[in-house]
């Protein structure tokens, strides 16, 4: 299976200091990379109110992860573990977004924050990297929850990376001008990170979390937590808490399509970093009945799923000593549904547009030598290593911005054995 890359210029290169590219790249791949996983979760818990001692609070072990871009926990079988997990997810849902992984991916999969380079210090023997950063309310997704009413506040922060393996080792970050009205006085929450590996691909994954909210009233809340055992997702059990899990996979049973076909799709969803991350369902329209050998196979207008598979954000130099950014987007078509029919399809994109927007656009495929615009960039510019069933864009831009109603171009491939 082959590349496809999307290159389209927004632009001349960037001036801002961008030696924190090193980890905050290394992170975000890791990231992308990083499929659907649960971890064994052990939480502890405790409260005091001022300067008294702390009391302990009900403790937890459940299995918690991230599917589809989301943080999910596993129901427990004991009804009082239910109920101590509802609180401890309601704590959080009060004090902030999530609990180990999603701050994590705002930070480091989107261009929202801004890094400020702060002393190296060492720890433990090793040698860390440290960046300060800020997320501004604008671009922030970080929410406060008072009595079903959510508020938007930005937040600051740091995170630490080994110098020698570029990972990053612990991230900490605190929200910004709490609104009174909350009952917040202040809140800190640090995730520290160590290799796993999930599916047989090394990743950075949380080993502990730490969350303490300060109140107005006195009273100050420290919830901590162990991750161990972490291993790929396989469905099970597995509850979100705070929303749906959709996983627009085929069924078993279903047929293939036949391989050696045209396909001539619409995106109906936008690929955005503000919005999209790996594992997130995109949808396409058939804008030409599908035929092969001249018999119908799919009718004009069905509607066809698939998944991002990887968002990477990288830099290459220009002239004058400045960095331009571009982003890597891998997509995977999954399942075609026309009126009742069903089918899996395994498929390769090949072509995009016409489009205004896109200046410059490269089929791997067909034309791996013509880079366009861009031939004096190609050596600097990386590509992942694909997966099977991936397709990939290149887009250069500061921003990943792939409107809707992109028009592509895919050729079937034959099924996975």
Known sequence: MSYVALLVFMGQGLTQDTSHCRFHDNMANSLSRTQNFTCTESIERTVRMGSGQPSALAPLRVDAGVIDGTEVYATPSV?????????????????????????????????????????????????????????????????????????????????????????????????????PETGIKTITQSVNYGRNAIAGVSVLLPTASELIVAETAGRELRIKARYDDCHKFTPNSATHLTGPVEKNVATPGENWLPADVTMELRLEDPIDERTSAVNSTITFRVTRDIKKDNRLVVTKDADVTGRITLISHQFYKVMEGGTASYYIVGIQ???????????????????????????TFVPFSQSPDKWGHFQDYRDQLSLPVRQPGESVLGLISPYLRIPKRLRMVWSTLEPPS
């Open 79 to 179: 009804e009082r573990d239910v109920a101590t997990l509802k609180e401890v997810v309601g704590q959080f849902t009060s004090a902030g977004t999530g609990t180990f992984a999603l701050p994590t991916r705002a930070v480091f999969l989107t261009n929202a924050a801004t890094f400020y380079r702060a002393k190296e210090e060492s720890k433990d023997g090793r040698r860390l990297a440290r960046w300060d950063f800020t997320m501004p309310r604008e671009a922030s997704k970080y929410t406060l929850t008072k009595e079903g009413r959510e508020t938007i506040i930005g937040y600051s922060g740091s995170f630490w990376a080994d110098t020698e393996t570029a990972d990053v080792v612990r991230l900490e970050w605190t929200p910004d001008n709490i609104p």
């Open 333 to 359: 078509l999954e399942s075609v549904a026309a009126g009742e029919e069903h089918f899996r399809v395994a498929a390769n994109l090949e072509t995009v547009g016409p489009t205004t927007i896109l200046s």
